[in-house]
């Protein structure tokens, strides 16, 4: 199956990443990151995502 489009995340990829060299970024390093995230969102309020489970 052909993909159109690029699927873009804003979640953080730590898959190759050590956890210990995570645990030791500074904290500064991740809130720039979810600041920037978080301002762009407020760019755009009508995009959103739900899923109801009837489970």
């Known amino acids: 199956m052909e993909s159109d489009g690029v699927l873009e995340s804003e ?28 301002a762009e969102d407020l760019e755009m309020p009508d995009q959103y995502a739900a899923f109801q489970s009837s489970l």
């Open 11 to 38: 979640l953080l990829d730590v898959t190759g990443i050590d956890l210990a060299r995570l645990e030791a970024l500074p904290d500064a390093v991740l809130r720039a990151s979810l600041r920037r995230i978080l």
